[in-house]
């Protein structure tokens, strides 16, 4: 199981401190083996926390990276080799917060090529919005954006995918059980062989219900993350 945490534009240098907490409750905990964690803060945080999570299971990743893995003229723009030299393993691409900015599929194509080019893994967000589930049309857009997001990458690997229904990020909604059961296997059928996380308003309440999902493979967290004790008691339930 993952558990990823997206701290989203979030934290300064003294909020790696609440990393200790979680530090010492992988330490003691017994599934520790069969999780990975991993903490996406802003690209400003990625190498001191890199620092502080030497010797834990925690891993660094990052939350968006430019589409050339190569240095050049681009003012503002991190690629995914400099993120990797600085302590980055992972990288979110495609996030419904950066797609609403602009991003196309063609442009997270791109940047997922680039990631998994310069070694890094790739946590690729896919989901519909609250429009296109009136619709209906949620198993087409899914696919869409798998189609372009995934084009001519052979080698997956090294890519998780994170299913995040746009109107459950930041809302306090989650899908009902069945929806979610039955999107999850959708993805899995189309992609065979890849990792499915779940991400939209996880949190300590909800993942009881969530975790009965059982072709949920991990959890993509975002507010509830920045509270070490809220991060902590999800992945307690989760087990529980
Ligand atoms: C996210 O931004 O990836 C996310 C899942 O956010 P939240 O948990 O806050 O809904």
């Not at 680039?114 to 893994?121: C, F, I, M, R, V």
């Amino acid at each position: 199981m993952y558990f990823i945490a997206n701290w989203k534009m979030f934290g300064g240098l003294s909020t790696l401190n609440s990393l200790k907490k979680v530090i010492k409750f992988l330490k003691i905990f017994k599934k520790s083996k069969k999780i990975k964690i991993i903490y996406c803060p802003p690209s400003t945080l990625i190498c001191p926390m890199s620092k502080k999570v030497i010797n834990s299971k925690i891993q660094v990743g990052a939350q968006n990276c430019h589409e050339s893995f190569t240095y050049g003229a681009s003012t503002g723009s991190i690629n995914p080799t400099m993120l990797k030299n600085v302590g980055a393993k992972y990288v979110i691409l495609g996030h419904s917060e950066n797609r609403d900015s602009g991003e196309t599929d063609k442009l997270i194509n791109a940047k997922i090529r680039a990631a998994t080019q310069a070694g890094l893994k790739v946590i690729f967000c896919i989901g519909e919005t609250l429009g296109q589930k009136r619709k209906k049309i949620t198993k087409k857009i899914l696919s869409k954006q798998i189609n372009f997001g995934l084009q001519k990458i052979k080698k997956r690997k090294n890519i998780v995918i994170a299913y995040e229904p746009v109107w459950s990020i930041g809302t306090g909604l989650i899908p009902k059980a069945d929806d979610l059961f039955n999107t999850i296997n959708f993805i899995k059928k189309k992609v065979i062989n890849i990792k499915v996380l779940y991400g939209g308003s996880v949190n300590p309440k909800n993942i009881n219900e969530l975790k009965l999902i059982k072709n949920i493979d991990g959890f993509l967290i975002g507010g509830a993350s920045q509270d070490p004790k809220k991060f902590i008691d999800i992945i307690k339930k989760t087990y529980n």
